[in-house]
């Protein structure tokens, strides 16, 4: 039974659900709410487990920071047969009524990256094609993919349920966390009404619609809009109590939803 090149998994993992934080430390975070933990490899940005909760065998597998690493990992899983992937990351929000630790569940994110871009593209053209109903849709210079609509709905039901404080809405998905024009960016896109940012949910969201996996991606916000963001990533990699708190909830959102 061969393994995947990079993620170095193969179908003996018995799984067909996953995790997917981006940090590999957030993989021990994930392992103390599974049952029967299973170590199963670490490659390159790679580090998995499996575990079960609720009676469903989960992997959790780390992606590495961006969509490039994401899509590697999405397209291996795929091949594995997996079937529903849930995101779990970090996000600077762009409203202002987002708080540190609040979660937003992603309906849909801004192709701003190159990962996200050329997988859209494809999909565009593959539509057209076929003449389906189009994967993703375009306004002036916005781009986007979107969240599997019947597990974003699950993980909303889960959060009512669970009392977990969410907001459900766009994200913006680049590649230059640094770039200098990044407060323009940011100020532009909040304008257009999208929630936060991070690196990987597009690339999630396009090749899920892609390879036929259900995707949603749930991300903690660590940087409040118009705070700096240096300031609090360093908080939140420090273990300020509302960011904690916000990735527990995360954690057992995602969980939750997969054993539904």
Known sequence: ?????????????????????????????????????????????????????????ILAISTG?????????????????????????????LQSHLSLG?????????????TSQTYTNYLRYAAEELNHTPLLTAAPSIQYAYADPSLLHTCEKAAQELGISYAA???????????????????????????????????LFAVGALRGIRTASILNVVVEWKKDLKDGIFSYRNGADAAAAGERNEILLALEALAR
Do not use: N, W
């Not at 091949?79 to 929000?93: E, P, V, Y």
């Not at 609040?102 to 190159?114: H, T, Y």
């Not at 909040?190 to 597009?202: C, H, K, L, N």
């Open 65 to 93: 920071m961006g969509g490039a690493s994401t899509a590697i990992c999405v397209e291996e899983l795929a091949d594995l047969g997996f079937t529903d992937l849930i995101r779990i990351g970090s996000c600077g929000a």
């Open 169 to 203: 809405g766009p994200t913006r998905c680049h590649d230059a966390l640094y770039q200098r024009t990044k407060p323009m960016l940011d100020e532009f896109y909040s304008a257009q009404g999208i929630f936060a940012s991070d690196m990987e949910t597009a690339a």
């Open 102 to 114: 609040q979660l937003v569940l992603c309906d849909r994110a801004v192709c701003d990256d190159g």
């Open 1 to 57: 039974m061969s393994k995947m090149p990079h993620i170095q998994l193969d179908r003996s993992i018995c799984a067909t659900a996953a995790i997917l934080p981006g940090d590999p430390a957030r993989v021990d975070a994930i392992a103390a709410f599974l049952s029967d933990v299973r170590e199963e490899g670490f490659s390159r940005e790679y580090k998995s487990i499996t575990g079960a909760y609720k009676g469903r065998r």
